[in-house]
């Protein structure tokens, strides 16, 4: 019943923006450890409340991910809807949205939904166009986390029993994060608390909603992540691992 979640069925590629067809159904990731913040112009990449955001970041990592996050979100924008092609990215917005849960993307007077992830200096990001029932989510997998223990204090006992049956720590582990990932996606897709989706089995959750799921693992930088995709109707989400930003 839960094998299919545990498939790699999701479609990873190494890429640069000049791969990108025009398509809603694209996750971008990239590696933000590697932007040197500090010598970019963030002017010519953020808006006026962007720049106002980041200022605010204590963390260098966390203006990495920001930075990132929105470089990401609009050069999606302007290679897979080739009506913003011509729209500086300072021109183009991001806001969260308080009523929908949502953060968006404000281009002129259209607003795109979108989702991000990001885990140890890790981003992910996908535009949301058509408004569908869509969501995912990246984790490094950690083979020191208490498996066990954290499975049997916030997991449902069946998810515990996949997660406890191997003996090997790097198979635990997988499924643990397979799990985690999966309920985040979740959680994104329908605008819940995550609080709301740790207990209830998400193999079950994703059946009575109607939803389908495609996951896989990555490795970046000698670090293994798990990524999940959580959607309403489409099957063929694929993830680009950037090398650059196209900056």
């Given at each position: 019943m839960t094998n299919h979640f545990f498939k790699n069925t999701l479609s990873i590629a190494p890429s640069f923006y000049s791969d990108l067809s025009p398509s809603n159904n694209t996750i971008l990731v990239f590696n933000a450890n590697t932007l040197n913040v500090e010598h970019l112009d963030l002017t010519q990449y953020l808006s006026p409340f962007e720049l106002s955001v980041i200022n605010r970041r204590k963390r260098m990592q966390a203006k990495q991910e920001y930075l990132a996050s929105r470089i990401l979100l609009k050069?999606?924008?302007?290679?897979?809807?080739?009506?913003?092609a011509h729209i500086p990215l300072n021109k183009m917005s991001t806001h969260f949205n308080e009523e929908c849960s949502k953060l968006?993307?404000?281009?002129?007077?259209i607003v795109i939904n979108t989702c991000i992830s990001h885990s140890h200096g890790l981003v992910?990001?996908?535009?949301?166009?058509?408004?569908?029932?869509?969501?995912?989510?990246?984790?490094?997998?950690?083979?020191?986390?208490?498996?066990?223990?954290?499975?049997k204090h916030f997991y449902h006992k069946a998810e515990i029993a996949l997660i406890t049956a191997p003996l090997a720590i790097k198979e635990q582990a997988q499924s643990f994060f397979r799990i985690w990932t999966l309920k985040e996606a979740l959680a994104k897709a329908?605008?819940?608390?995550?609080?709301?989706?740790?207990?209830p089995n998400v193999f079950d959750e994703f059946s009575l909603l109607n939803l389908t799921a495609s996951s896989n693992t990555i490795t970046v930088a000698n670090e293994e992540f798990d990524i999940s995709v959580a959607h309403k109707k489409s099957t063929d989400w694929r993830c680009f691992i950037l090398n650059n930003l196209d900056t």
């Open positions: 050069q999606l924008a302007k290679h897979t809807q080739p009506q913003y968006q993307l404000h281009i002129n007077h992910g990001v996908a535009l949301n166009v058509t408004k569908a029932e869509f969501g995912f989510d990246i984790e490094k997998i950690n083979l020191k986390r208490p498996f066990e223990k954290l499975a329908t605008s819940r608390p995550i609080a709301q989706l740790l207990s």
